[in-house]
Structures are given as structure tokens and as C-alpha cells.
């Protein structure tokens, strides 16, 4: 289901046109009575229609005034008005989706009180489009850049990092300018919003050689695992002659969600079919991009997937998620009820290595019962990769920090943590009302 009332009339308009057309005039090659007959047939399909298309556009008012609240509330600097900007964008390149869409949904909204449970704002854009994105995020929404969050592969971090495939291939933090001038100008000694602008702008320039090249070598390039982080493509930068405000010690609600140029997947199936002719790569390459609307299909829950991308409204399953209700993807809930029944109770802190065996011996029965889950392929290559440390004491700062050691028990950590983030989900859905089907 979906609602571009502008679309939906052309297109009544010309079927109804053409269908007219075609009827009167295939029939006035007979009767006259005929002829007048289909008119009359064609009357009444339009009529018929009419309903529907009033319909559809009293629905898209009322998200649109449901969006505008959900972002009002969420202090996050985008406004409805912004949002509707992004329709200026290449189609298709960039959507808001998660749970802010899954609260306008709803007529609901999810944020608290506090500037610490604000609800979060979730935009999706192809590493194409990213520039064009943080330029409106700039421009329209009044935002700025405040880094990656997530720091280093750490072992026992419950964050999802790169050792779980997916077709993300990072996650940018925004915050709003006005609310980080508030909070950090008396420490840069910038007393107008115009100058602390100016001054994080100059810091934009060079974050990606100063920030972005060195976060991405040190803690999400993983050769081993075959994790390549450091392609041009994904450089942060904003659109041509557009600025990017930089502030490490921001905060903010906003992620921006940047795609992979292309499914893993899909370059490891071409490459194994052995394409090599020009036109078959650029086939290939077309084929294998991917959209926001390819990340949304690895969402755990459907009522997540409803997106907006400034003109039309996206809700799969409108029969479920108007209902509080929703499905989740097929193999990850069967990969949760497996993982939860076979996860040992265990108290008190483990140390990486125990931690690893204890993960590993989990997804070893979980397999067992979900053997065609698409999520072990780097559970696979790092049970590759040879252990040269054994089990270190977790002390040893060499070794728990070395990339062949995070390599080795990494993979492993991070599958429970996914996992624990899917259930976290669920609970937190189910907390706010929302019915989750066979759950």
C-alpha cells in the first residue's frame, strides 16, 4: 500500500480515458445502443473509483499531519516541511523509515520528555546519494555531523559494528545545530550560532581526512573478514559547494543510514559466474546497487519498513500495522526462539575468549535447527582464521586489541549481540502494544 494521490489520479485518469475511448469505440463500429452502453459502463467505473482516490487522499493528510507531530516531538531539527524536501532528491535514493514512520503510522508518539529518550529519526540514502542527503540535512533540517558513535571493535560491545552481513555499510550521527551551540558554545567561546556554524564548518572540511579515514582503517576495515571500509565512494563529504558542520562532542537523534554501493551477495555471485564483457559488468554492477528499500527488506520487523521519501507514503501490510500489529522476517525469528532456547544462564562477567566459545556453541545448535539463515557467512570465515593467541588473559591489552585475535572471537560476540538487539526489539514493540504475529 502506498499513497501518491498525484499518481494515483494520472493513472486513473488514463485508464479511465483510455478505457472510454477504446469501449465507445469498438462498440460504435456495431450499435449506437452499444456505444451508449459503455459510456454509461465507463460512468460508472469512474464513479466507482472516486471513493477510493478521496480515500487515499484523506489518508495521506492525515500521516502527513502524523509525520509533522512525530518530528515536532522529536527535537531533532527536521520538520515536516523539510522532510518534504527530500522529494527533490533522485527517486529512490533516499526514504525516512524506522520507527518514526512506524509512530506516524500509528497517530502515535514516542518520544518522552527528556532530551535522552527522544525519538530517534532513521534516513536511508545510496552512497550516491549520501552528499546530496547531508547537504539537506544541513540546509534544510539545520543539522550537522557529530561522527560514528561506536568507536572500536570492542568484544564485549553490544553494538552491531560490521561482523553480521548486512548491506549497510555505515551509520552517520546528526544533531541539531541550535541545540549543540547551546550546549558546546561557552566551551569553543563562539558566542552567536553564526560563528559556531562557521567554526564546525571549518572542522567539516577536514574531518574526513583528520576523522572518518583513520576511524574507518583502525576499527571497520577487517581484511581478514573480508570488511572493506575505505572506498572513496563512501567519503563524507556534502553536495558540491555545500558545507558540512563537524563537531565531535555533539549530540543528536538523527542517524543517517548509508547503503552499500553493492550487495556482497550479489559481486560474490557474479564473480563466481565468471562475467567479464564490459556490458555484462555494467549489467551486473545495476543489478547489484543498493537502494534504501534493499536495506529495509533485512528489517526484523515489517511495521519498520513504512517509509516516506517526501511524496509518497510507503506502509507494507496496511491491514496489520493499522491494527497494531505486525510480522517479523521469517529466519530471524526463527534464529531468536532457536538462540533463546539453546543460550546457556550464566552469571557474572566472561572474558572474551569464554565469551566466543559460549556464542559459538550457541550458533552450532542454532544451525542445527536453522541451517538455511542467511547470517553465518563471517561466522564461517573467522572460524578460518588461525588462532595464534589461544586464550589470552583478559588483561592482555596485545592481544584483545590485536585485529587477527578480534577477527577470530569477534564474529561470534557480535552474532549473540545482533541477537540480543533483534529480542531488545521485540520487547520494546511489544511494550508499546504492537502485536507481533507468531512472536
Known amino acids: 500500500f502506498h499513497t501518491d494521490p498525484a499518481a494515483a489520479a494520472d493513472a486513473d485518469g488514463k485508464k479511465g480515458s483510455g478505457g472510454s475511448s477504446k469501449s465507445s469505440?469498438?462498440?460504435?463500429?456495431?450499435?449506437?445502443?452499444?456505444?451508449?452502453?459503455?459510456?454509461?459502463k465507463t460512468k460508472e467505473s469512474r464513479a466507482s473509483k472516486q471513493p477510493v482516490l478521496l480515500a487515499t487522499r484523506l489518508l495521506r493528510q492525515s500521516l502527513l499531519s502524523s509525520l509533522g507531530r512525530v518530528l515536532d516531538m522529536s527535537d531533532s531539527g527536521i520538520t515536516l516541511q523539510s522532510a518534504l524536501e527530500l522529494a527533490n532528491l533522485p527517486e529512490g535514493s533516499a526514504i525516512i523509515a524506522g520507527s518514526t514512520m512506524a509512530a506516524a503510522a500509528l497517530g502515535e508518539v514516542w518520544s518522552g520528555a527528556h532530551s535522552w529518550n527522544k525519538q530517534d529519526v532513521d534516513i536511508f540514502c545510496t552512497a550516491k546519494?549520501?552528499?546530496q542527503v547531508r547537504s539537506w540535512l544541513v540546509q534544510s533540517a539545520k543539522s550537522m555531523f557529530i561522527g560514528f558513535k561506536d568507536y572500536r571493535l570492542g568484544m564485549t560491545d553490544d553494538s552491531l559494528l560490521y561482523t553480521v552481513d548486512t548491506k549497510i555499510h555505515h551509520v552517520e550521527h546528526y544533531g541539531s545545530q541550535s541545540e549543540n551551540f547551546t550546549d558546546r558554545g561557552e566551551d569553543l567561546d563562539v558566542e552567536t550560532l553564526e560563528e559556531y556554524v562557521e567554526a564546525t564548518s571549518e572542522w567539516g572540511k577536514d574531518c574526513q581526512k583528520n576523522y572518518v579515514a583513520w576511524k574507518w582503517q583502525n576499527s571497520m576495515n577487517f581484511d581478514v573478514l573480508g570488511i572493506e571500509a575505505?572506498?572513496?565512494?563512501?567519503?563524507?563529504?556534502?553536495?558540491?559547494?555545500?558545507?558540512?558542520?563537524?563537531?565531535?562532542?555533539?549530540?543528536?537523534?538523527?542517524?543517517?543510514?548509508?547503503?552499500?554501493?553493492?550487495?556482497?551477495?550479489?559481486?560474490?555471485?557474479?564473480?563466481?559466474?565468471?562475467?567479464?564483457?564490459?556490458k555484462q559488468a555494467k549489467k551486473s554492477k545495476s543489478a547489484s546497487e543498493v537502494t534504501p528499500f534493499g536495506i529495509l527488506e533485512d528489517f526484523d520487523l515489517t511495521i519498520c519498513k513504512a517509509s516516506f521519501d517526501g511524496k509518497t507514503f510507503r506502509v507494507p501490510e496496511p491491514h496489520l500495522v493499522f491494527a497494531?500489529?505486525?510480522?517479523?522476517?521469517?529466519?530471524?525469528?526463527?534464529?531468536?526462539?532457536?538462540?533463546?532456547?539453546?543460550?546457556?544462564?550464566?552469571?557474572?562477567?566472561?572474558?572474551?575468549?569464554?565469551?566466543?566459545?559460549?556464542?559459538?556453541?550457541?550458533?552450532?545448535?542454532?544451525r542445527k535447527e536453522v541451517p538455511d539463515a542467511p547470517f553465518y557467512r563471517l561466522i564461517d570465515v573467522a572460524a578460518l582464521v588461525p588462532d595464534r593467541y589461544g586464550d589470552p588473559d583478559e588483561d592482555d591489552v596485545f592481544a584483545l586489541y590485536n585485529p587477527m585475535y578480534q577477527a577470530k572471537l569477534g564474529p561470534p560476540i557480535q552474532f549473540h549481540n545482533w541477537t540480543k538487539?533483534?529480542?531488545?526489539?521485540?520487547?520494546?514493540?511489544?511494550?508499546?502494544?504492537?502485536?507481533?504475529?507468531?512472536a
Open 230 to 278: 575505505t572506498n572513496k565512494a563512501y567519503a563524507i563529504k556534502p553536495d558540491k559547494g555545500g558545507s558540512l558542520p563537524f563537531d565531535f562532542d555533539g549530540k543528536g537523534n538523527i542517524d543517517l543510514v548509508v547503503a552499500k554501493v553493492c550487495d556482497d551477495n550479489t559481486k560474490k555471485a557474479t564473480k563466481k559466474s565468471g562475467k567479464s564483457s564490459k
Open 25 to 40: 469505440g469498438s462498440a460504435g463500429t456495431k450499435k449506437k445502443k452499444g456505444s451508449g452502453g459503455s459510456k454509461k
Open 421 to 438: 538487539k533483534l529480542v531488545d526489539r521485540l520487547k520494546k514493540y511489544q511494550g508499546r502494544g504492537i502485536e507481533v504475529v507468531e
Open 324 to 366: 497494531r500489529k505486525t510480522t517479523m522476517e521469517p529466519y530471524r525469528r526463527a534464529v531468536v526462539e532457536s538462540y533463546l532456547k539453546h543460550f546457556p544462564k550464566i552469571k557474572g562477567y566472561e572474558a572474551p575468549a569464554a565469551q566466543s566459545k559460549i556464542a559459538s556453541a550457541t550458533i552450532k545448535s542454532v
Open 129 to 131: 546519494a549520501a552528499p
